[in-house]
């Protein structure tokens, strides 16, 4: 007859801030947690000079690192245009060996302390599994549009002013700045966009051989009018041929421009592309004009996934940040388990110009947990569609509607870039 092996209780770990010559073994362990595929040398120096170490932290059981997480510090784009502080959790994981052991937890409650005694009244990330962070109180704020354009098939048509934008091939690292200076200039002007600190300009230009899968090297085109850079996209070219003939894929990294005939010039140059028949996008903003330019959307492949999930960690600060597409003056009952200081009644009075949001003890209007208005925050997901999933609850007659339609954006937000 065998023996019944029965657990043992487990050692005590350490939880403390990550110093700079524990970064090796703490990456490692985070590679090792994502199925232990070393990553390009270029990506792992790159994730090195990127990392705030007095920001990340590492769980020890011994000298082995058994647990991982990191908080970039970012600016974000809410509605209204502000830049206002969030930390960017990313790194985040638990050895394989160390799984129930409320490792995970741990460190998100650790987390999230920090970040509010940084004043920052936000937390993002992007979920390897979006099934994870809700229990944080993290909601699904943006959406991302993947999609390929079957170019033998689809036809673009322009606007007028197209034909007298100028396109150049240009070396990707030797125009860096002029692309991110267009960058710079569409930041404030959808929410989600992340303002780039020093360092993050690199992270488009990342382009390591073994990553390629075929590819060429990145290309970059910019758009020119009047010597001015206007637009850039930066892209690969897969060739693939078969007894017909070419069926090559381009590659979409990203494409940004100031003005609709520089965009469309640039979109019209990469379905044009010789011995190609696809455009291939794996993250684009769910209303991205390009839609509107083919002939026919059917034959694009369109799929939306989730991107950007927003947690409201300092709740009075980070609804006053933004502003309202229309006057709302709404009593929230708020319920937040994980972060408590945050629950109970709020007070939300704001318009286009600005907004005040105080604890009160009036009668509350809605009730919702922090994971909705985090999921509502950026103005692309409705309280009105949250509760037809009976995730908020409307307690006044008519405030439902006021708060949804003040929630709203203008333009969907996205999140250009992972971190």
């Given at each position: 007859?065998?023996t019944v ?30 199925g ?40 974000l ?10 930390a ?14 409320g490792i995970?937890?741990?460190m998100?409650?650790r987390q ?26 993290y ?14 098939r ?11 934008v100028r ?9 860096r ?8 200039r ?13 360092g ?8 390591p051989?073994?990553?390629?899968q ?16 206007v637009?850039y ?7 693939e ?22 965009y ?8 044009d592309?010789?011995?190609?028949g ?8 769910v ?5 509107h ?5 059917r ?60 604890r009160?003890?009036?009668?509350a ?22 509760a ?13 509607a ?18």
């Amino acid at each position: 007859m065998g023996t019944v092996a029965r657990n043992t209780p487990a050692e005590p770990t350490e939880l403390r801030v990550l110093r700079q010559d524990e970064w090796n073994t703490w990456y490692d362990n985070l590679v090792n947690a994502f199925g232990g595929v070393p990553e390009p040398p270029e990506e792992r120096e790159l994730d090195k000079r990127l990392t705030e170490c007095d920001r990340s932290l590492g769980v020890w059981d011994g000298d082995a690192c058994v647990g991982t997480a990191g908080a970039f510090s970012f600016r974000l784009t809410v509605p209204g245009g502000a830049s206002v502080p969030a930390a960017g959790i990313t790194m985040v994981s638990v050895a394989a060996t160390h799984r129930r052991r409320g490792i995970l937890t741990s460190m998100m409650r650790r987390q999230l302390d920090d970040v509010r005694s940084w004043g920052e009244p936000l937390a993002v990330l992007t979920a390897s599994e979006p099934v994870i962070y809700g229990r944080f109180g993290y909601g699904i704020a943006t959406m991302k549009t993947t999609a390929e354009i079957d170019t033998a098939r689809v036809r673009l048509s322009v606007p007028p002013g197209t034909d007298d934008v100028r396109l150049r091939f240009a070396d990707p690292a030797a125009v860096r700045d002029q692309c991110e200076a267009v960058y710079a200039r569409k930041v404030a002007g959808r929410p989600g966009m992340l303002a780039r600190r020093p360092g993050w300009e690199d992270l488009p230009l990342l382009d390591p051989e073994s990553a390629r899968q075929g590819s060429s090297p990145l290309q970059c085109v910019l758009a020119e009018r009047h010597g001015e850079v206007v637009g850039y996209t930066r892209y690969f070219v897969k060739p693939e041929w078969d007894e017909q003939g070419p069926k090559g894929t381009v590659r979409l990294r990203d494409l940004e421009a100031l003005d609709p005939a520089s965009y469309a010039a640039l979109w019209r140059y990469l379905c044009d592309i010789d011995l190609t028949g696809k455009v291939a996008m794996h993250n684009r903003p769910v209303d991205d004009a390009w839609q509107h330019l083919v002939s026919d959307i059917r034959r694009c492949a369109v799929q939306q996934h989730d991107s950007l999930h927003v947690r409201l960690v300092d709740l009075g600060a980070a609804l006053e940040a933004r502003t309202y597409q229309t006057p709302v003056d709404v009593v929230f009952e708020v319920a937040d388990a994980f972060c408590p200081w945050n629950e109970g009644s709020w007070r939300l009075t704001g318009d286009a110009k600005g907004a005040s949001c105080k604890r009160t003890s009036e009668p509350a209007d809605l009730a919702l947990s922090v994971r909705e208005l985090g999921a509502a925050y950026l103005g692309g997901v409705s309280l009105m569609s949250l509760a037809g999933a009976g995730r908020v609850r409307e307690l006044r007659a008519g405030a439902l509607a006021e708060a949804s339609l003040a929630f709203g954006s203008t333009v969907a937000p996205w999140l250009p870039h992972g971190f």
